[in-house]
C-alpha cells in the first residue's frame, strides 16, 4: 500500500500568494491530520479529520488557513495570504479509525514565503 | 512549549547503553503520544498511552496523569535510533494536542 503522499514537495510563494498544498492519505485511513514544523514553534496541530468532518481547526490558524477534506483520499490546505512567517514544513498523516493515534506521516511539503 | 516541557534537550550515547526520556506536563494530560523524527525528516509514530505503561523492543514508555509526567526509556540504543524524540500531550475533551520542543539524540559508534 502507498504511504501518505503530499505534493508539491517544495513551495516558494510570494508575500500575499495563495497556496494550496495536498495530501492523499493511506487508503482506507478514517482520520487525517495537518501539522506545522517550523524551528521556532515547534511542532503544532493546524487540523484534524474524522471521516471529512473537521473535528479541531487549530484555533490560532483560523483566519488565513483552510484545510479541507473533499473525498476520503484527498485533503488540501489553503494558505491565503502568505506571510513570511508561514515558511515551515507542513505535514499530513492519516490514521485507522479505530487507531487514531497510530499516524503515519507523509514526507512533508517545505514551504517559503519570501 | 511551556505547557509540554522536555528534558534533556539534547543527549548524544554510546552505541549499547541505555538512557531516559522526560515529558513533563503542565495541563491536565489524559493521554500521551511519543513520536521519533529522524535524521531524514520522517516523523514516526512510536507510542500512544493513556496512564500505564508500553513497551516495544528497546523502547519502553511510562505515564502518570496525576504526577504530570511521562518518560521515554531506551534500552541498547542503537545508530538507527537518533532523532530528535517528540511528545505530545492531549488534554480532556479536546482532540488539539500540544508538542513539547523536543530531545535530540545522537548515538554514537
Known amino acids: 500500500d502507498a504511504g501518505v503522499t503530499q505534493t508539491p514537495r517544495h513551495e516558494v510563494a510570494e508575500k500575499g500568494q495563495t497556496i494550496i498544498l495536498k495530501c492523499e492519505p493511506v487508503?482506507?485511513?478514517?482520520?487525517l491530520f495537518w501539522y506545522r514544523q517550523t524551528k521556532i514553534q515547534g511542532l503544532e496541530l493546524l487540523s484534524y479529520?474524522?471521516?471529512?468532518?473537521?473535528?479541531?481547526d487549530g484555533g490560532a490558524f483560523k483566519d488565513r488557513f483552510k484545510a479541507e477534506m473533499l473525498n476520503s483520499s484527498f485533503s488540501t490546505l489553503k494558505i491565503q495570504p502568505t506571510e513570511p512567517k508561514d515558511s515551515a514544513v507542513y505535514l499530513c498523516a492519516s490514521s485507522p479509525w479505530d487507531r487514531k493515534y497510530e499516524q503515519y506521516f507523509g514526507p512533508g511539503t517545505r514551504l517559503t514565503v519570501l | 512549549g511551556d505547557k509540554v516541557k522536555q528534558s534533556p534537550s539534547a543527549l548524544s550515547l554510546q552505541e549499547g547503553t541505555n538512557s531516559a526520556l522526560r515529558c513533563n506536563f503542565s495541563?491536565?494530560?489524559?493521554?500521551v503520544q511519543w513520536f521519533l523524527q529522524n535524521p531524514r525528516g520522517s516523523l514516526i509514530n512510536l507510542f500512544y498511552?493513556?496512564?500505564g505503561t508500553k513497551e516495544n523492543g528497546r523502547l519502553k514508555s511510562a505515564f502518570d496523569s496525576k504526577e504530570s509526567y511521562s518518560t521515554l526509556h531506551i534500552r541498547d540504543a542503537q545508530l538507527e535510533d537518533s532523532g530528535t524524540y517528540f511528545c505530545a500531550a492531549e488534554g480532556p475533551n479536546t482532540n488539539k494536542v500540544v508538542f513539547g520542543t523536543g530531545t535530540r539524540l545522537q548515538v554514537l559508534p
Open positions: 487508503s482506507g485511513h478514517n482520520d
Open positions: 498511552l493513556v496512564p
Open positions: 495541563i491536565a494530560a489524559t493521554t
Open positions: 479529520f474524522r471521516s471529512k468532518s473537521l473535528m479541531e
